[in-house]
């Protein structure tokens, strides 16, 4: 693990990894893995919750168990859960998993789970607690009216209940719609002996919830006569001033409404239907004051007597009781159905729903509507229509925006904000259609879009910026099209791309530059196609792809480079179609040739080896394959293979398979295994109908496992593993051929060393870097893609660093482990641009970097625990470029590369410690091409061994006379490999097992003495390597498990006594690291995971 907070580790000789992420691994029995899986959080959600709502439980619970610790609705799967738990009654592990997640602080991130909580120690009578939690989580959801209610419903339990009462009046008056609260109280009003706020109440109850939960009950509470009930003392305060209802009371309690000369006007005649009437009559005459139950309820139940609905209301209510009241009531349907539609979906919500609110620090008299059972919107109305600054709100009743309405029409500024109240978007309106400006922003505060409308459409500059600041790219739009120069930038603000438009189609140049400014691709658009030259750049220079176009199709040749400036393909095309297709191997030999029609479809395809000998040729017709034939050194004239038959193989031109698999009616089905020319499996796949489906199996060129992935029609779609040492080395998820999900990455011990998560192809929300120890590290924020924030942990956990990456231009510094190891750096736009040095406390470097738009650039240096230079390289855009060296520990040259972008291109020489070459060769685009020479410590060769495409061909051992000229070739990349002294002593001796060097590896002097030894398994180092002086002595002896650096890695001086003693864990430095001089300790440094914790002189 690297700690390290601001530079990226840079490549290893050593090692290729593979993808993007690099993990090690655990080992397991990967047939019992569903590879299938495809990890996409709401499917799993709403899966789990179709299973909850048909009571599977358990299935349920297994569903949401799915989620990732780090999938940012990880918190949303707890909650789910919580309900799992609730409905099968388990309460000591709600309990557990609800005290988990609040003691990890976990519940503001999703605040619903107080609610959980709350209610769960409520109804388990830890009522102080309950309250506490209740009082927390109304920093976050105190307008949420499902968690207001159950807060009153603890307040009553604790017997509370002027507390209780208040908060009922809160939601009502927030959220006219939530019925319980209107019942509730209602019934505490009865129990109080307010006998008209209890009518009232439960009328309005019954007219937005005629059959709801408590319906039968309201009604039988309205059904009780107020002359002979609810006598008890109100010891409660329903409103500190008005709802003066005295009349109405004396009527009610003297049983005025029961009396037969009282004239009812339902066909009903009961209790309920009289007093209610009586109530909803008074209501018309009542003498208006500021009281709660007078402001909220007269005004609808006025309305309705105006209206002439009261009648049909005697019915709607009665609803619950259909079945009991029978034909009396069913013969009222075309009234009751007049009262829904007619009133409740037409006059009722006003009505009901005015009050008067603060509403952005001013009381005014707003509606409040309703969307999905929830308040919606709350702002003033005109005849129906909302005018004005009004308020958006979201799920739980928080401001979710600020709306300006003119005849119901959005109109002005509208602003939004997301679940944390952060503004997300500013955008203005003219008579409900977008005209004007238009803001987005990112959860930092930072703009991410800045566009102009007119009358709904793209008109004039837009603009979008990167998270932590800077343009990302720029252009002019003409009545919603693209008109004019779109430039485009990095986060630095050096140019990315150059695109010219004309009225919304691709017309002149297209440039593409890198971070370094240089040009990478090129060309010119004329109505909206490619027309004449076309080229690509690794560098602005150097050559990476070129071609012609005419009217947008490629006219003569197209052509890709290596690296090395060598041809990798040409198509040859002609009015647009393609006629001719040759691809190479780096060597410069062709490696296929494809043939097309007049029409553009396949002919036929030949393979090649990289000795020029076709091996093989498809045939095809009407694109489709239709038959083969099979070259070999027997058979050079070619031989006709059936595809129809069962059993298909492909040879090389040695005769080794080199393909197997089948055919049906000219497609493939089942499975297919490839293998690499040394007889080890390359990959292993299946098919259905031709496509790729199932799993797919990729191996090292030594045999071992590479990467296991599924497969659906062609399409990468479920688990993905990579491996190194047939132990995992990624693991991540594929949906649809783009990463979805939790990804994980593992030190060698099989303990995490990474893990975040995807979404399509980028890093989101957190991601979590561990030291070996399993301690976090360092959490590192995304969004969109882009580092925004990064947190890192000292010692014991304790928060050392807290980068904010927003708007950071400039120079800064930090320090880690109280001081130990300092970090200055520079930034444009919150990305690392320019230098970048580490130091120790004691102004030691430990790197010394340049970036540009965040990737190394030009010099890089890094300094080993002893203080010796380590690496010293090149890169150009975050690539290796040029001539690398890497030292060992104590800083003696151990190695040179040279690259060009990226790849191993040209000479490879190790060294002895004596600065005298070990080893010398040379490669092509990474592959090992003409002669590799070992050498002794006098600079006297031993063996050549010849390759050719990564290939060992031969080697050219020393003759009686000491020179090199026994030369034997080698058969199926597997040779004993032996050469002697004249003196008859062994000078070099290594083994090849098809291409992969094996066992024992020793480089000797002519008097007997070793110089270097070692042991390979498959080309990686094993145990211990050993390299000695001249005169005999040990110089270093290292340890290696799986090519990695572990254990002790101790290096001598001449005389015997130690130089330094360095220690690893899973290739990291990670413990005390002696530094001695004259055999004495002067200095240990302490490492933890790569990072330097301690120095002790």
């Given at each position: 693990m690297v700690k390290i907070f601001i530079f990226e580790k840079p490549k290893s000789a050593m090692r290729k990894l593979l993808l993007v992420f690099f993990l090690v691994s655990f080992s397991k029995n990967?047939?019992?893995?569903?590879?299938?899986?495809?990890?996409?959080?709401?499917?799993?959600i709403k899966k789990g919750e179709r299973l909850y709502d048909t009571q599977k439980y358990d299935e349920a619970l297994k569903e949401y168990q799915k989620i990732s610790k780090i999938d940012p609705r990880y918190l949303n799967a707890q909650y789910e859960i919580?309900?799992?738990?609730?409905?099968?009654?388990?309460?000591?592990?709600?309990?557990?998993?609800?005290?988990?997640?609040?003691?990890?602080?976990?519940?503001?991130?999703?605040?619903?789970?107080?609610?959980?909580?709350?209610?769960?120690?409520?109804?388990?009578?830890?009522?102080?607690?309950?309250?506490?939690?209740?009082?927390?989580?109304?920093?976050?959801?105190?307008?949420?009216s499902t968690f207001q209610y159950n807060f009153a419903i603890l307040y009553i339990r604790k017997k509370e209940t002027q507390k209780a009462l208040d908060i009922l009046k809160k939601i009502i008056t927030n959220d006219p719609n939530y019925a319980s609260a209107h019942y509730l109280l209602g019934i505490m009003a009865f129990e109080n002996g307010k006998i008209t706020e209890g009518t009232l109440a439960l009328m309005s109850y019954l007219a937005i919830a005629p059959t709801g939960q408590f319906a039968s009950k309201a009604v039988i509470q309205l059904n009780a006569s107020f002359g002979q009930n609810y006598l008890d003392e109100n010891k409660l305060v329903f409103s500190k001033s008005?709802?003066?209802?005295?009349?109405?009371?004396?009527?009610?309690?003297?049983?005025?409404?029961?009396?037969?000369?009282?004239?009812?006007?339902?066909?009903?005649?009961?209790?309920?239907?009289?007093?209610?009437?009586?109530?909803?009559?008074?209501?018309?005459?009542?003498?208006?004051?500021?009281?709660?139950?007078?402001?909220?309820?007269?005004?609808?139940?006025?309305?309705?007597?105006?209206?002439?609905?009261?009648?049909?209301?005697s019915?709607?209510?009665?609803?619950?009781?259909?079945?009991?009241?029978?034909?009396?009531?069913?013969?009222?349907?075309?009234?009751?159905?007049?009262?829904?539609?007619?009133?409740?979906?037409?006059?009722?919500?006003?009505?009901?729903?005015?009050?008067?609110?603060?509403?952005?620090?001013?009381?005014?008299?707003?509606?409040?509507?309703?969307?999905?059972?929830?308040?919606?919107?709350?702002?003033?109305?005109i005849n129906g229509e909302f005018n004005g600054k009004c308020k958006y709100l979201n799920a739980l009743g928080n401001l979710a925006g600020e709306l300006n309405f003119k005849n119901g029409n959005l109109d002005g500024l509208q602003k939004y904000y997301d679940d944390k109240g952060r503004i997300t978007e500013e955008k203005y309106f003219a008579?409900?259609?977008?005209?004007?400006?238009?803001?987005?922003?990112?959860?930092?505060?930072?703009?991410?879009?800045?566009?102009?409308?007119?009358?709904?459409?793209?008109?004039?500059?837009?603009?979008?910026?990167?998270?932590?600041?800077?343009?990302?790219?720029?252009?002019?739009?003409?009545?919603?099209?693209?008109?004019?120069?779109l430039i485009c930038l990095y986060e630095a603000g050096t140019k990315k791309n150059e695109i010219d438009f004309a009225n919304g189609k691709l017309s002149g140049k297209y440039n593409v530059y890198n971070e370094a400014g240089d040009i990478t691709e090129t060309y010119n658009c004329k109505d909206d196609k490619i027309e004449g030259n076309y080229a690509e750049y690794f560098d602005g220079k150097t050559l990476k792809s070129e071609a012609v176009y005419k009217n947008g199709f490629i006219e003569g040749s197209y052509k890709t480079y290596y690296t090395n400036k060598s041809l990798e393909k040409e198509n040859i095309c002609s009015l647009g179609n393609i006629s001719k297709s040759t691809d190479y191997y780096e060597n410069g030999k062709k490696s296929a040739e494809t043939f097309y029609t007049a029409k553009g479809e396949?002919?036929?395809?030949?393979?090649?080896?990289?000795?020029?000998?076709?091996?093989?040729?498809?045939?095809?017709?009407?694109?489709?394959?239709?038959?083969?034939?099979?070259?070999?050194?027997?058979?050079?004239?070619?031989?006709?293979?059936?595809?129809?038959?069962?059993?298909?193989?492909?040879?090389?031109?040695?005769?080794?398979?080199?393909?197997?698999?089948?055919?049906?009616?000219?497609?493939?089905?089942?499975?297919?295994?490839?293998?690499?020319?040394?007889?080890?499996?390359?990959?292993?796949?299946?098919?259905?109908?031709?496509?790729?489906?199932?799993?797919?199996?990729?191996?090292?060129?030594?045999?071992?496992?590479?990467?296991i992935a599924h497969f659906e029609n062609d399409t990468l779609n479920g688990r993905y593993e990579a491996y190194d040492g047939n132990r995992v080395n990624q693991l991540f998820y594929y949906e649809k051929g783009k990463q979805n999900g939790p990804f994980q990455t593992f030190y060698a011990d099989g303990k995490v060393s990474t893990e975040g998560f995807m979404n399509e192809n980028s890093i989101s929300n957190d991601k979590y870097i561990y030291n070996q120890n399993g301690n976090v590290a360092s959490i590192e924020h995304y969004v969109n893609a882009y580092i925004t924030n990064r947190k890192t942990?000292?010692?014991?956990?304790?928060?050392?660093?807290?980068?904010?990456?927003?708007?950071?231009?400039?120079?800064?510094?930090?320090?880690?482990?109280?001081?130990?190891?300092?970090?200055?750096?520079?930034?444009?736009?919150?990305?690392?641009?320019?230098?970048?040095?580490?130091?120790?406390?004691?102004?030691?470097?430990?790197?010394?970097?340049?970036?540009?738009?965040?990737?190394?650039?030009?010099?890089?240096?890094?300094?080993?625990?002893?203080?010796?230079?380590?690496?010293?390289?090149?890169?150009?855009?975050?690539?290796?470029?040029?001539?690398?060296?890497?030292?060992?520990?104590?800083?003696?040259?151990?190695?040179?590369?040279?690259?060009?972008?990226?790849?191993?291109?040209?000479?490879?020489?190790?060294?002895?410690?004596?600065?005298?070459?070990?080893?010398?060769?040379?490669?092509?685009?990474?592959?090992?091409?003409?002669?590799?020479?070992?050498?002794?410590?006098?600079?006297?060769?031993?063996?050549?061994?010849?390759?050719?495409?990564?290939?060992?061909?031969?080697?050219?051992?020393k003759s009686k006379t000491g020179e090199l000229t026994d030369k034997k070739p080698i058969s199926n990349q597997t040779a004993e490999i032996i050469s002697y002294y004249p003196n008859g002593k062994p000078a070099i001796q290594l083994a090849l097992n098809k291409g992969q060097l094996n066992g024992k590896f020793l480089i000797s002097s002519a008097e007997g003495k070793p110089e270097y030894e070692c042991n390979y398994k498959d080309s990686s180092l094993e145990g211990d390597r050993f390299e000695y002086y001249v005169n005999g002595k040990l110089y270093k002896k290292e340890h290696f498990v799986n090519n990695n650096f572990e254990g002790q890695q101790q290096y001598f001086k001449e005389d015997g006594k130690l130089w330094a003693d360095v220690s690893f864990k899973n290739d990291e430095l990670h413990g005390n690291t002696l530094v001695y001089n004259a055999g004495k300790l002067v200095e240990t440094k302490k490492y933890d995971s790569d990072e330097l914790v301690e120095i002790i002189k």
């Open positions: 990967y047939a019992q893995t569903d590879y299938a899986f495809v990890y996409n959080n709401d499917s799993i919580g309900l799992v738990l609730n409905a099968q009654e388990k309460k000591p592990e709600l309990k557990t998993h609800l005290e988990n997640l609040y003691a990890k602080g976990k519940m503001q991130e999703f605040p619903e789970l107080y609610k959980m909580y709350a209610i769960f120690l409520s109804n388990e009578k830890e009522y102080d607690l309950s309250e506490k939690i209740f009082k927390e989580g109304e920093k976050y959801i105190g307008n949420y008005g709802d003066n209802f005295e009349e109405i009371e004396t009527i009610l309690r003297n049983q005025l409404p029961l009396k037969k000369v009282y004239k009812i006007k339902s066909s009903i005649d009961d209790v309920i239907t009289r007093q209610v009437q009586a109530v909803a009559e008074y209501a018309v005459e009542h003498k208006m004051g500021d009281g709660f139950f007078e402001t909220t309820y007269i005004p609808w139940v006025k309305d309705m007597v105006a209206k002439n609905q009261l009648e049909n209301y019915y709607y209510s009665l609803l619950s009781l259909e079945d009991k009241i029978g034909k009396e009531l069913t013969k009222q349907k075309k009234k009751i159905m007049s009262f829904n539609e007619d009133y409740i979906l037409k006059g009722f919500w006003p009505a009901f729903a005015t009050r008067k609110l603060d509403l952005f620090g001013k009381t005014e008299e707003v509606v409040v509507t309703i969307r999905n059972e929830r308040p919606f919107i709350i702002g003033p109305q008579d409900g259609k977008l005209s004007g400006e238009r803001k987005v922003y990112y959860e930092n505060g930072n703009m991410s879009l800045y566009e102009n409308y007119k009358d709904d459409k793209l008109d004039g500059i837009s603009t979008s910026y990167y998270p932590n600041g800077g343009k990302t790219c720029e252009i002019n739009f003409t009545n919603d099209e693209r008109n004019g120069t396949m002919d036929s395809y030949s393979c090649f080896d990289t000795f020029g000998n076709k091996y093989f040729e498809e045939k095809y017709k009407s694109g489709e394959l239709k038959s083969g034939v099979q070259y070999t050194a027997n058979a050079p004239k070619g031989t006709e293979i059936n595809l129809a038959k069962k059993g298909f193989e492909m040879k090389n031109f040695d005769g080794s398979t080199r393909i197997k698999g089948n055919f049906e009616k000219g497609k493939k089905t089942g499975e297919w295994s490839y293998l690499f020319s040394s007889g080890f499996p390359r990959l292993k796949e299946s098919y259905i109908n031709g496509k790729n489906n199932g799993l797919s199996t990729n191996y090292t060129e030594s045999g071992e496992l590479s990467s942990f000292g010692p014991n956990e304790k928060l050392e660093n807290d980068f904010d990456y927003k708007n950071k231009t400039g120079k800064f510094s930090l320090s880690f482990n109280n001081g130990v190891s300092i970090e200055n750096f520079e930034m444009k736009n919150g990305v690392l641009n320019g230098k970048a040095i580490s130091q120790d406390k004691y102004k030691n470097i430990m790197k010394d970097a340049q970036y540009v738009n965040g990737k190394l650039h030009n010099a890089y240096k890094k300094y080993g625990p002893t203080g010796a230079l380590l690496l010293d390289q090149n890169y150009y855009c975050g690539k290796l470029n040029g001539l690398s060296k890497q030292f060992d520990f104590v800083g003696n040259l151990r190695l040179t590369e040279e690259y060009s972008f990226g790849n191993e291109n040209g000479k490879t020489t190790r060294y002895f410690n004596n600065k005298s070459k070990m080893m010398e060769s040379s490669l092509l685009n990474e592959s090992r091409e003409g002669e590799t020479t070992y050498y002794n410590q006098k600079g006297e060769p031993l063996v050549i061994i010849g390759y050719e495409n990564n290939m060992p061909q031969y080697f050219i051992t």
